[in-house]
Each structure stands twice: as C-alpha cells, then as structure tokens.
C-alpha cells in the first residue's frame, strides 16, 4: 500500500486568490496525479505530476491555471490559481503502485476547496 | 475515448446481497477497479480484477468480469449500513509513457436500510 497524506484538509479561499496544496507520499513513486471531484461528480484527471520535467495535462486543463511542481519522487504541489466559485471541488493526490502482478492507484484523503 | 457508465443508485436491505454493476467502452483496458467512497472521505481501493480474469472473490466481495460485453460488476454478500457509500467502477490502461491512468465511473451510491 502506500500512504499519502495532503495539506490543507480544507480551505476556504476569496475569488481571485491562489491555493497551494501539498500531496507527500511515504515512499518515492514514480507517477503521481492530481484529480478534481466537483460537487456531485466523479473523479476527473487534471494532470499526470512527472519528476524531472513539465506536468501533462488534460484537456480543458491548463499550466497558468494549475500550475504543479514534483521536486522529488515523493512530494508534489498543485496550486488553483486566481481562483473563482466554479473552482470548488475536492482535490485529489492520486500515485501508482505496481507490483507482482498488481497494478493499483491509491488516493490521498483530499483537499476540499471553497470559493467564495 | 474511454466511457464507464454505472448506475447511480442503490437501495438494500441489511443482510441482503447488493449487486453495483458497471459498463465500460475501452477494450483495451488491461485492470478494473472498484473504489469506495464513505462520506467526507478519500477514496478507498477496495478490489481489482486485471482483464483476463472472469472472476475475482475476496471475503464479502465477488467482482464479475464480462469482457465480451464490456461489464463488471461488484457483489456484496451480507451487506451491512456500514457498506453504505458510493462505490466507483474504474479501469485502466497504459499509453505509451504515460503510467496507469484510471477512467472512473460516476459512481453508484448504495444506501442500506436496517
């Protein structure tokens, strides 16, 4: 298993500010991954965190937006820029353990955000 | 692109079986997850089944894979209020270069009635 731990918890934030948060795994990993949940919805991927270059993005997501960092093989920052209400969501840490014939993707406990 | 489609409710009956079932598009997805979701928490790794496997049991639960029509499903034997959650079909593959990424579901909220 792996255990990852997130900062804050919860924040609650004024538009047009930033957050940063900060996602630390107990043993290096190579992928790391940042979700949004928004409210009533499912788990969507914002970008694949690589250490040693640029994050990859998903569609409709954008680096000036969520700008993330992967100073090493266990700790990672995403930061929700200029923030505005429709940006409330839980955001996830998400890493990639495989092993013998496993293979499984393991979530941090979330960082619930609230706009204003 | 990859679509996993799961109901969105559930209602049981504690101490009956409840049966999450899920459907998905990519047939190339090489691991099928389920992950439990409890109230103001993260999620939760419950089972996997990798693609070749048609059946997978782990104490209360019975994953059943269907590779041919593309469907899985999570059984819960004894179910108890404790099981209530939301549970979340995933699969995944591996792009080139690109790890394990997972395709979620929009998860099925399973409430049990004592």
């Known amino acids: 298993s792996a255990v990852i731990s997130q900062k804050p918890s919860r924040d609650i934030c004024q538009r047009g500010t930033s957050l940063t948060i900060q996602c630390q795994v107990d043993?290096?990993?190579?992928?790391m991954f940042w979700y949004r949940q928004q409210p009533g919805q499912s788990l969507t991927l914002i970008a694949t965190?690589?250490?040693?270059?640029?994050?990859?993005?998903e569609s409709g997501f954008v680096i000036d937006k969520f700008p993330i960092s992967r100073p090493n093989l266990t700790f990672s920052t995403l930061t929700v820029s200029n923030m505005s209400p429709e940006d409330s969501s839980i955001y996830l840490c998400?890493?990639?353990?495989?092993?013998?014939?496993?293979?499984?993707?393991?979530f941090g406990p979330g960082t619930r955000l609230l706009v204003l | 692109g990859e679509d996993v489609e799961q109901s969105l409710f559930l209602s049981v009956r504690e101490g009956d079986s409840s049966v999450i079932n899920c459907t998905y598009t990519?047939?190339?997805?090489?691991?099928l997850y389920w992950y439990k979701q409890e109230p103001g928490a993260g999620l939760q790794l419950l089972t996997y089944?990798?693609?070749?496997?048609d059946m997978k049991q782990d104490q209360r639960l019975t994953v059943l894979l269907n590779k041919k029509d593309k469907h899985l499903s999570l059984r819960i034997a004894d179910t108890q209020t404790g099981d209530s959650a939301i549970y979340f079909c995933?699969?995944?593959?591996?792009?080139?270069?690109?790890?394990?990424?997972?395709?979620f579901g929009g998860g099925t909220r399973l409430m049990v009635k004592p």
């Open positions: 995933a699969e995944s593959f591996s792009p080139h270069n690109a790890g394990n990424m997972l395709t």
């Open positions: 043993s290096q990993v190579t992928m």
């Open positions: 965190a690589n250490q040693g270059s640029e994050a990859t993005y």
């Open positions: 089944i990798f693609s070749n496997m």
């Open positions: 990519d047939s190339s997805s090489t691991y």
């Open positions: 998400s890493v990639t353990r495989t092993g013998t014939g496993t293979n499984s993707q393991y």
